[in-house]
Nanobody, 128 residues
Framework: QLQLVESGGGLVQPGGSLRLSCAASQFTFVYHTIGWFRQAPGKEREGVSCISSEGDSTHYADSVKGRFTISRDNAKNTVYLQMSSLKPEDTAIYYC?????????????????????WGQGTQVTVSS
């Protein structure tokens, strides 16, 4: 069973940056499409950014385009989410999720379906 562990969350001022990491426990990580999702209190879960198994295809929510960058290092079984120009509305718990590699990045981010594994989440708080 694939285990996902997020890290890198914390408190940051508006305009600041954070880099989240999602580390996987097994080499089969390379066979999965990976997505970052977030959920703020009282709001529905939102697909933030997704990346294909080979890293050659990415998808971003409109709310984070130009500010967030997703990447992966399959040799390290890790996916990253570089977040810049952070806003208070980015405050949420951020989760990573793994879906079968056949899942498209858009399909994973926009539908959230076909997820096999979820991480436990990491809190991101943007506040002055």
């Amino acid at each position: 069973q694939l285990q996902l562990v997020e890290s890198g969350g914390g408190l940051v001022q508006p305009g600041g940056s954070l880099r989240l990491s999602c580390a996987a426990s097994q080499f089969t990580f390379v066979y999965h499409t990976i997505g970052w999702f977030r959920q703020a209190p009282g709001k529905e879960r939102e697909g933030v950014s997704c990346i294909s198994s080979e890293g050659d295809s990415t998808h971003y929510a409109d709310s984070v385009k130009g500010r967030f960058t997703i990447s992966r290092d399959n040799a390290k079984n890790t996916v990253y989410l570089q977040m810049s120009s952070l806003k208070p509305e980015d405050t949420a718990i951020y989760y990573c999720a793994a879906a079968p590699r056949i899942t498209t990045v858009q399909g994973l981010c926009e539908n959230g379906g076909a997820v096999d594994y979820w991480g436990q989440g990491t809190q991101v708080t943007v506040s002055s």
